[in-house]
């Protein structure tokens, strides 16, 4: 269960590593700064919008969960490509 700012990055670090990706590999398919990113598994990132939600979240008794989904290649123009079992 992700209750904290740096519970998310922690859960991002750890999904990074497992999927084998460096700091700048992700950065990069994400579109964000190689520094962003290490703030952000750090728990330093956007904080203040992030630990607003989690907060928001924890008042209602609810909890961030992440689960696994299609990720579009790097060489994908359809990032939607894929996710409809008619390939539409």
Same mark, same amino acid.
Do not use: C, I, N, Y
């Given at each position: 269960?992700?209750?904290?700012? @740096?519970?998310?990055?922690?859960?991002?670090?750890?999904? &990074?590593? /497992? %999927? =084998?990706?460096?700091?700048? !590999?992700?950065?990069? @398919?994400?579109?964000?700064?190689?520094?962003?990113?290490? &703030?952000? /598994? %750090? =728990?330093?990132?956007?904080? !203040?919008?992030?630990?607003?939600?989690?907060?928001?979240?924890?008042?209602?008794?609810?909890?961030?969960?992440?689960?696994?989904?299609?990720?579009?290649?790097?060489?994908?123009?359809?990032?939607?490509?894929?996710?409809?079992?008619?390939?539409?």
């Amino acid at each position: 269960m992700l209750r904290t700012v @740096r519970d998310v990055g922690a859960a991002v670090r750890r999904a &990074r590593r /497992e %999927a =084998g990706l460096t700091q700048q !590999a992700l950065a990069d @398919r994400a579109g964000v700064s190689r520094q962003w990113l290490s &703030r952000v /598994e %750090a =728990g330093k990132g956007p904080s !203040a919008e992030m630990g607003k939600v989690l907060d928001v979240l924890a008042a209602l008794g609810l909890a961030v969960d992440l689960v696994t989904t299609p990720v579009a290649e790097a060489t994908d123009d359809d990032p939607f490509a894929g996710l409809f079992e008619d390939g539409s």
